[in-house]
Structure formats: C-alpha cells, structure tokens
C-alpha cells in the first residue's frame, strides 16, 4: 500500500505528472490484449489506467488503498493494501500492471509474488519504476512543484535494473525484460509467467 496520505485523482496532479502518466501508459499498449482481464496494482482513487484501456478489456480491476466506487460493469476498484494478499483470486488476470507503485511500498517483493499468483500462465506483469540515477532530477523538480513533492518523497526505494529482474525471479517469473525510458530515468520490467 502507497503510504500517503491520500490517493490523488487525476485533477490533482501537475500537467507534466500527467505527460508522464500517458507516456508510462503508451509503454504498455502493446500488451492489452482485446478481451482480457487487466488488473492495476496500485490503480489510484479513480483508475484511470483501467479507464484508458476500457475499450480494449473485457474486465479490469484496480486496487489501492483508498479508491471510488465505480459504476462500470467492466471496471472494479477494491481496496487493498499491496504489501499483502490482494483480493484476487489465483489465475485470474492475463496482465498486471504496477506503473509507479514499486518504489512506494515496503513489502515490494510482496507485489511481485502476489502478481504471478494472480496472473493466468502466459499472462504479462509490466512494472515501472524510476531509476537511481533519477532520484536527484525526480527531487529537484518536485521542489519547483513541476511534479508532486509529496509522491517524490514518499518514495521508499530507488530499484536498479538488476533488483528489478533478481525479484522477479524470485518470484518464479522465467521470461524477463528490462527497458529503459524517459532518458534512462525510468524503467519497464516485463516478465512472463
């Protein structure tokens, strides 16, 4: 679970939050599959991602810490804390995003496990995180209030690439990918089940 002290909706965010969020999601096109069932680990208030790719999914579901009801027989936000048990059951889901989540919880090798448990086999887990050698240039910009301070300092750890891929297979993940974007500042792990 993201430690804040709330989950922010889309209207709260700063515009390059916003550039960055749709940059992450365009990262992930390639992967929602028409008719799947998508599950957004760490989904936010709202859900936005899962409302981004409605058309494209049979099923979506969301969790975090603190989310709306939504009316939408294609899309189901729970509550759930993502250092636990998330209340999903086994195999269900062909693809389990978690796009800035990681670096927020205390238990992310939590996330990851809970993540093969809950995917189909053949099923996709696309992570994203910062960098390292993002922390600085993520600190400084959010003390000019370009990006949220108060996610920027929420942030638990800064994962490298070797973390990221020991992790996951850790957990069992056998097909494993690691890219680098936004100038080296951020990262997408791709792992199979």
Not at 78 to 98: A, Q, R
Not at 172 to 188: C, D, P, T, V
Request: with cysteine; glycine share 6%; aromatic share 8%.
């Amino acid at each position: 679970m993201i430690k804040r002290s709330r989950s922010f909706s889309f209207e709260q965010m700063t515009l390059l939050d916003r550039i960055i969020r749709r940059w992450r999601s365009g990262m992930i096109v390639s992967y929602v599959s028409k008719g799947s069932v998508m599950c957004d680990l760490g989904c936010g208030k709202e859900g936005g991602l899962l409302k981004i790719f409605k058309d494209r999914i049979s099923l979506g579901i969301g969790v975090d810490m603190d989310v709306d009801s939504v009316k939408d027989e294609k899309i189901e936000l729970k509550k759930g804390d993502l250092n636990d048990v998330l209340p999903i059951d086994d195999s269900f889901c062909d693809l389990v995003v978690s796009l800035a989540v990681l670096e927020h919880l205390e238990k992310p090798h939590m996330l990851i496990r809970e993540a093969r448990r809950i995917l189909c086999d053949g099923g996709f887990l696309i992570i994203s995180t910062p960098t390292p050698t993002a922390r600085f240039v993520l600190e400084f910009i959010s003390k000019l209030h370009l990006i949220s301070r108060e996610e920027i300092e929420d942030h638990k750890h800064y994962f490298s690439a070797a973390e990221l891929i020991e992790m996951a297979k850790e957990s069992g993940f056998k097909s494993i990918e690691l890219i680098k974007f936004q100038a080296g500042f951020n990262q997408l792990l791709i792992a199979k089940k």
